[in-house]
């Protein structure tokens, strides 16, 4: 009997011996509490978690269970309380701290069976339990991670997304879901585009979904015009991609859009703006260029016959504006058969408002046709009827002139300057400028009413040719910023003395181009020039 007893203890020894094995290998130890006791027993492996000796072990299954950290106390007195009613579970279960030795706090996983009487009374409870802390301290990382990103994905200012294969939202951030009316993404779970768009836009958006999935090729900055049953349309800027999982396989699409209901809308009106701009331009470009045609009618015209029985005048002109409307004018007023009076004109700036002034003063050359005879009282009169006009205006413009009577019977070319540069005389003595003392010149048009201008005569015996121009000639710069100057077109003027005049006028135009730096004129130009020729016997 003995030796029986000898080989069964020696039995229960091994099998124990493989017990304690086999949970060191798992990391686990072993707990055995009978109901009625308070004592408790706590195999090697549990004293090591708890890190104390077994005299100085809590009881980790009797109130006040203050080693139980204060959060889980509750859930471990329910799991024991069910576990000790008579007829409870036959399992406890529960994950907890536990308050250790060294004053940590240590996640603990508790697991039990339930050993009842045949009452169903609860007599024996026992089991295992493992230090689970790593895996708690992963997952709460893994929590505050996803929590990281579950705020990210609420607060960035786009719509983000995901679908399954039928279309259907299985996840959305709140700005989506407040898109679309609704207060948290986790509203969208399991609804579809048609629920909230009329088909005009959950059509085409549920197509394109369907060939990303079909196809797994994304969609990416598609604008998406969507039309809402009760609500104005709006648009918004979308990329949408296969949505796969760590094996390679497509469950549905995610898609990420944003908001461009704006900009488009301004884009609308900005293109209503331009089409009722371009439509005004076109009018106003019509207007323009009927102003052109009438402003060049007057400086195309056929030039009078002035000529008595010994000589005639010839005219030449070149006018060159650097806008579609000028500044710059010049006129041949013809007094009598054998006398006439020549203007050039240079009104302040180009464009618009000189065209305007222009318009002004061939209206004021009407009225004092009178006075054409006389040039310093003809030029004071246009400067009067200017100014009161810019006056009443109330604005600041005014305009340069030069005007002479050319009268062949006396033989005599009189002339006054309102701040104009002298025109160019060619003649036996040479080519030289007239009308550039001070006691010459009278200030510009339109600047007072109570402007003078003196009248200057010289003998025609003096003079081949005249020259008149514009300051757009003076101005031209080179390379090094030096103007023309005058001296240059008297070079000129002297250089093609026997040529025609029209090659003259030509010349001059071609030697200011080639001086500026630009090789375009910086100002309008204008050139008016007269040939005093005898005439055959």
């Known amino acids: ?24 290998a798992s990391n686990e130890g072993i707990w055995d509490w009978w109901t009625d006791r308070r004592e408790i027993y706590y195999s090697r492996r549990i004293l090591e978690f708890l890190e104390c000796g077994k005299n100085c072990a809590p009881h980790l299954f009797l ?21 000790l009613q008579d007829g409870g579970p036959d399992n406890l279960a529960v994950d907890a701290r536990v ?56 607060h960035i200012p786009v719509h983000v997304y995901f679908k399954d294969l039928a279309s259907r939202f ?23 585009d048609r629920d909230f768009f009329d088909e005009d836009h959950w ?22 015009h969507e039309v809402w049953p009760d609500r104005e349309e709006t648009w918004v800027m979308t990329s949408k991609f296969p949505w796969r999982d760590r094996h390679g396989h497509i469950k549905g699409t995610f898609g990420v859009s944003s908001d461009v209901t ?33 402003q060049y009618s007057f400086t195309t015209r056929d030039f009078p016959l002035i000529a008595d029985s010994a000589r005639q005048l010839d005219f030449g002109s070149r006018y060159v504006p650097i806008s579609g409307l000028a500044g710059d004018f010049f006129d041949v007023i013809p007094l009598r058969h054998d006398c006439a009076g020549i203007l050039i004109c240079d009104v302040m700036g180009h464009g618009v408002r000189s065209a305007l002034v222009v318009a002004m003063l061939r209206g004021l050359l009407e009225k004092q046709r009178a006075l054409a005879s006389d ?22 413009m005014f305009a340069t002139a030069f005007y002479g009577v050319i009268d062949l019977c006396a033989g005599t070319l009189d002339y006054s300057c309102a701040g104009h540069p002298g025109p160019m005389i060619d003649g036996p003595g040479g080519v030289r400028q007239i009308a550039t003392a001070r006691e010459q010149r009278g200030p510009g048009l339109g600047l007072s009413r109570d402007a003078s201008y003196v009248s200057n005569t010289m003998e025609l015996d003096s003079i081949r040719r005249i020259i008149l121009f514009t300051d757009g000639v003076l101005e031209a710069e080179n390379q090094q910023g030096e103007p023309f100057f005058e001296n240059r077109l008297i070079e000129i ?28 004129f910086d100002d309008d130009v204008c050139l008016l020039g007269i040939e005093i020729e005898s005439r055959p016997e």
């Open 1 to 24: 009997m003995d030796d029986a007893r000898r080989v069964l203890s020696d039995r229960d020894a091994v099998k124990l011996e493989r017990l304690e094995l086999a949970l060191k």
């Open 63 to 83: 109130p006040p269970f203050e080693s139980i950290h204060p959060d889980e106390r509750r859930a471990v007195e329910l799991a024991v309380t069910q576990a």
């Open 99 to 154: 308050h250790t030795g060294s004053g940590d706090w240590r996640w603990l996983r508790i697991r039990g069976t339930v050993v009842r009487d045949s009452a169903g009374k609860a007599c024996r409870i026992a089991g295992s339990i493992i230090n689970i802390s790593r895996r708690k301290e992963a997952e709460a990382q893994v929590e505050d991670e996803r929590f990281l990103l579950r705020q990210l994905i609420d």
């Open 170 to 192: 299985l996840m959305a951030n709140k700005g989506m879901a407040e898109w679309v009316g609704l207060n948290e993404g986790a509203d969208l779970v399991s609804k579809h």
């Open 203 to 224: 059509k085409p958006a549920e197509l394109d979904e369907q060939r990303i999935i079909a196809t797994g090729q994304p969609m990416t900055d598609q604008l998406e």
């Open 262 to 294: 704006r900009i488009i809308r301004a884009q609308r009106e900005a293109t209503g703006l331009a089409h009722q701009l371009q439509q005004k331009n076109e009018i106003y470009e019509e207007e323009l260029q009927l102003a052109r045609e009438i």
């Open 375 to 396: 040039p310093g009282a003809f030029l004071q009169g246009l400067n009067e009827g200017l100014a009161a006009i810019l006056e009443r205006a109330g604005t600041t």
């Open 493 to 520: 003027i002297a250089g093609n003395s026997g040529d025609p005049l029209h090659h003259l006028l030509d010349n001059i135009l071609t030697s200011v181009l080639s001086f500026s730096q630009a090789r375009q």
